[in-house]
């Protein structure tokens, strides 16, 4: 199986990379549009600030790539809020798959700290990166920014309010968590995915 890894101006790839390989793949990291394009599956993951990373993706025509796609792929993190048609981070124009705002996480009290930080559940699951799943599940996130609950909502979490932990649509999959950081849960997700 060919798996591709978009490699872009982001940070945190390198574990997505090892827990591939913890599962029997071998995948490339890669910003050729052609190798790209070729792959069973492509994943689109790591951690930026978005009008810069979409810059960098318009620069090197990863954004057409990306949103023209036909094979299962798998945004995480700020994978999955590009994703998105608008991020209120930078006030920056997005990919456009799924029409949907980025928002920032507003302090409701003095507790709720941003970024969210750490292990949090997961519910209302549904589609197939959660075949298998019939309870709550705890994954791990890192993030300021969320996207909120909508029509490709394939996950819910809470943090402050009800936010989509993960959103689906067609070949288009992406987690808010990140399942490469998400122990056991993470992996059979990551399984699911390479599975579809």
Known sequence: MRVSII??????????ENALRRLGVEPLLTADHDVIRRADKV?????GEASSTMGFLREKGLDEV????????????????????????????????FDVEVRRFQSQRHE???????????SHTKGPLYDGFIKEEYVYFVHS??????????AETNYIQPY????????????????????????????????L
């Open 7 to 16: 490699d872009y101006n982001a940070g945190n790839i390198r574990s997505v």
């Open 112 to 122: 709720d700290k941003i970024p969210q930080m750490g292990w949090n559940t997961i």
């Open 145 to 154: 920014y969320y996207v909120p609950l909508c029509p490709w909502t394939a």
């Open 43 to 47: 994943v689109f993951p790591g951690q």
């Open 66 to 97: 990306i949103r023209n796609l036909k094979q299962p792929t798998l945004g995480i993190c700020i994978g999955m809020q590009l994703m998105c048609h608008h991020s209120e981070e930078g006030d920056t124009e997005c990919l456009g798959i």
């Open 164 to 195: 989509s932990a993960s959103i689906c649509k067609d070949n288009f999959y992406a987690t808010q968590f990140h399942p490469e950081k998400s122990g056991k849960v993470g992996e059979r997700i990551l399984q699911n995915f390479l599975n």
